[in-house]
Every structure is written in structure tokens, then in C-alpha cells.
């Protein structure tokens, strides 16, 4: 089952101030299983041009520069997430920007797949690899190493039409243990 986390690049940082964020499963459904094909495309200008990969990419580069500067900036949350879940992710990059936390490194993504996809909704996985970064608080280092390392994840995009721009709608990663190995290539 898919474990759905409030936040993605922030999960990591929540240990830094808050428990981690509630994980409902989806619904009792099992793994997704189903044809994927790889997507891989040059970054676009124009947000409704990107596809959804390289929409989650963008997000996870503005959610970690937000990260880096501890949160006092949140509006990159709008811009990649649907409206409940934006609410969701300012109201805990604000909690989170009140206990002086930051992460800083660099994220690994890879292994792109593309479970499922149509003019208005799309389903992408991908290996995240956070081994890389590091968290201080309030300038310290601060050690959140049982939450580093390699997970799969799984974002289901929406978007309102073909001329408007993909929006992250869920995030989620797979239960621990699952390897990017065994899922991509399994």
C-alpha cells in the first residue's frame, strides 16, 4: 500500500519540529500495478506546456529552497498544489519556519514512470534520494538520518484542462522497505 504523507519534501524536515505527518493508506488498494513508460522531456518556460514530471520537479526545487531558508517563504505552494493541499503545506511551512529549522543538500531523483496519464489527470512514481541533505536547527546541525535515504514515490496530478498547468493533488511514497530497485525494475 501507498503511505500518503502531507508533505514530501518536507516529511524529512518534520522530525526537525513536529511528529511526522499522519499516513492514511489508500484506501486498502494495493500497490499500484499497471504499464508505466519512462518520461523524460527538456524543462518548459511556459507552466502548461511542463509535463507532470517536470512539474514535480519544479515543486520539489521550490519546496527545497524553502527549506534551505527555513520556511519563511510558502509561496511557492500555490503555484504546484491544488488549493486544500497549498493550505496544507503553508500552514506546516509555517510551523515549521517557527522552530528555526532548515534543510539544505541536494535531492536525487530518478527512475522516472509514468503509471498512468490522460488530458487531465496523471499518475508519475520516481526514486527520491535524500542521503544528501542535511537539517540544522536554529543553526545547529540537527541528526534526522533514520529519515534520509531512498523512497518511491507516487504524486497523482490534475489539472482543469489541456491549457492549464498540471497540479499536484496527492503526494505519497510507498512503505518503507521498498526499494527503487525491486519497484522499477520488479
Not at 526514486?127 to 546541525?141: I, L, V
Amino acid at each position: 500500500m501507498i503511505r500518503q504523507r502531507a508533505l514530501t519534501t518536507i516529511a524529512i524536515a518534520s522530525l526537525l519540529a513536529l511528529p511526522l505527518a499522519a499516513c492514511t493508506s489508500s484506501n486498502g488498494e494495493e500497490d499500484p500495478t499497471s504499464t508505466t513508460t519512462s518520461q523524460e522531456a527538456p524543462p518548459t518556460a511556459d507552466p502548461a506546456d511542463a509535463t507532470p514530471q517536470e512539474r514535480v520537479e519544479a515543486y520539489l526545487d521550490a519546496s527545497d529552497a524553502a527549506a534551505a531558508e527555513g520556511w519563511e517563504d510558502d509561496s511557492y505552494a500555490e503555484e504546484y498544489l491544488v488549493p486544500e493541499l497549498a493550505e496544507k503545506q503553508k500552514t506546516d511551512d509555517e510551523e515549521r519556519a517557527a522552530t528555526g529549522a532548515a534543510i539544505t543538500g541536494e535531492r536525487q531523483l530518478s527512475d522516472w514512470t509514468v503509471v498512468d496519464e490522460a488530458d487531465t489527470n496523471a499518475t508519475v512514481e520516481f526514486c527520491e534520494d535524500g542521503s544528501n541533505m542535511e537539517a540544522t536547527k536554529d543553526g545547529e546541525p540537527y541528526d534526522i538520518s533514520n529519515q534520509l535515504g531512498e523512497y518511491v514515490g507516487q504524486y497523482t496530478l490534475v489539472r482543469e484542462s489541456e491549457s492549464e498547468p498540471w497540479m499536484i493533488e496527492q503526494k505519497g511514497y510507498y512503505e518503507e522497505g521498498t526499494t527503487c530497485a525491486e519497484h522499477f525494475t520488479g
